[in-house]
């Protein structure tokens, strides 16, 4: 993590300064990334069809991310006895440019900033956002080599299109399935109402799909769920914030009771994170109006951390 200043005898407390991720380096210039982590902000919510508000997310999550920011070298975690983010270099990189109406040039340009993290050999990590900036995430991918998809949410997202719409919030997971350089997918967490219809869950299964709800993983435990994910993948990993129970993450447009909570779901990141490298993360749908006592984009911060901290444990 970067410096925070202590030698130069500021001591910067996390509610002290300019709200990047975490208080890392902002970097203006995208073709000057020189990092491990890129975080990039994907304020767009027009992909929404109940509540909006997730065009705050980025700024909700990069306020309650400075909680953690309080300078220390790394962040020790005393169970697992790793000290996680110590030498990575992390920097954010603003906002993609949102243009008011116009999904498809607002996702050209959350896709522009994914493949400048890309190119600069960072790890792209992107604050959403409605579900759907993770089609231009994934978009971003097509010159890489093949990912398979990790997604923990309460919706499968595989509606085809619905009116005409093909790139909404409830259709991220069937675009990523038409895509070639896909090879496959988990998807855990769906449940009960208000997700995709038969025809999707069917769709989803004949390419392949694996789709387990928070009660089978539950009953299966971690490491049954971690055998069922092809092993030495190049894994993507999208979290939509509606995954977990709306008790602990209430700030999102579509709750859904029945949902993880914190550990199951770090867990089995940090269990997929030694199964092979993950090559890129979005979180998507934290909607801070609704977001009261802040739990859920607290949530969100403190998971992306923890996140980015497994994945350069075990990735190098
Ligand atoms: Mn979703």
């Not at 050209?108 to 089609?135: C, F, Q, T, W």
């Not at 770090?266 to 090559?279: C, M, N, Q, S």
């Amino acid at each position: 993590m970067a410096a925070h200043g202590y030698d130069s005898g500021r001591l910067n407390l996390p509610f002290v300064g300019i709200s990047t991720f975490a208080k890392s380096p902002y970097v203006e210039n995208w073709d000057a990334i020189d990092a491990d982590v890129a975080i990039l902000g994907a304020p767009f919510d027009f992909g929404t069809q109940w509540r909006s508000g997730a065009r705050f997310g980025p700024r909700g999550i990069r306020e309650a991310s400075t909680l953690f920011a309080f300078g220390h070298a790394g962040a020790y975690d005393h169970e697992d006895d790793v000290t996680y983010l110590e030498g990575v270099r992390m920097v954010d990189l603003g906002d993609a440019d949102i243009v008011h109406t116009d999904t498809m040039k607002s996702h050209a340009n959350i896709e522009y900033g994914v493949r400048k993290i890309l190119a600069a050999g960072a790890l792209p990590v992107v604050l959403g956002g409605d579900h759907s900036i993770n089609i231009p995430c994934i978009n971003a991918f097509s010159e890489q080599e093949p990912i398979h998809v990790v997604q923990f949410d309460a919706h499968l997202d595989f509606v085809d299109e619905r009116h005409g719409v093909r790139f909404g919030h409830g259709s991220p997971l069937r675009r990523a399935s038409e895509k070639p350089w896909v090879t496959g997918m988990t998807q855990l967490g769906i449940r009960n109402v208000s997700s995709t219809a038969k025809e999707g869950y069917d769709y989803a299964r004949a390419q392949g799909s694996d789709i387990l709800s928070v009660r089978q993983i539950r009953k299966l435990g971690v490491d049954a769920v971690l055998e069922r994910i092809p092993a030495g993948k190049r894994y993507y990993l999208t979290i939509d914030i509606d995954g977990f129970d709306p008790s602990i993450a209430p700030g999102t447009g579509t709750p859904s009771h029945g949902g993880f909570i914190y550990y199951e779901v770090l867990e089995l990141i940090a269990g997929l994170a030694k199964r092979g490298p993950i090559v890129g993360v979005d979180l998507v749908e934290v909607a801070p109006d609704y977001d009261h006592t802040g739990s859920t984009a607290i949530l969100a911060a403190q998971l992306l951390l923890n996140t980015i901290g497994r994945i350069f444990i075990n990735n190098g």
